[in-house]
């Protein structure tokens, strides 16, 4: 009995063997239904992400794009008042830089424009340079 369990017992580490070095094998190869299948995933994982961040419509996005509409506002205002200044009272325009100083206006102006146009671009930049695909 010792020889057919010590021959049985080699077969079916053979298979273990066999089978390993098969699916390692295999794992080598990435196939274009396999890239279709985890970007499938992929996707599906970044809706799930973004409904759980509430980055569609929610209170939060309302509230961020009213601020954003406040300040755009308040420096088309500025750069109204700006030209109206230069035109007929050129020497007040002094005290609204010392308002746009002041207030700190411009990086106000340069975050909201940051917030809502940089991510775009990063994200276009990174997504073209990735793989080293340069198109």
Known sequence: ???????????????KIIDASISGIDAI??????????KKELISLKTEQIRA??????????????????????FAIVVVVGL???VFRPEDLTNLIDFVKAVQLGACV???????????????FVDRYKFGKKS
């Open 1 to 15: 009995m010792g020889f057919l369990s010590g021959a049985w017992n080699w077969f079916s580490k053979s298979d």
């Open 29 to 38: 190869f990435y196939t274009e239904e396999e890239k279709a299948v985890a």
């Open 53 to 74: 961040l509430g980055l569609g419509s929610s209170a939060s996005s309302i509230a961020r794009r009213f601020v954003a509409g406040v300040i755009i506002s308040l």
């Open 84 to 86: 109206l200044l230069v």
């Open 110 to 124: 340069m975050t909201v424009v940051g917030f809502y146009f940089l991510r775009q671009g990063v994200s276009e």
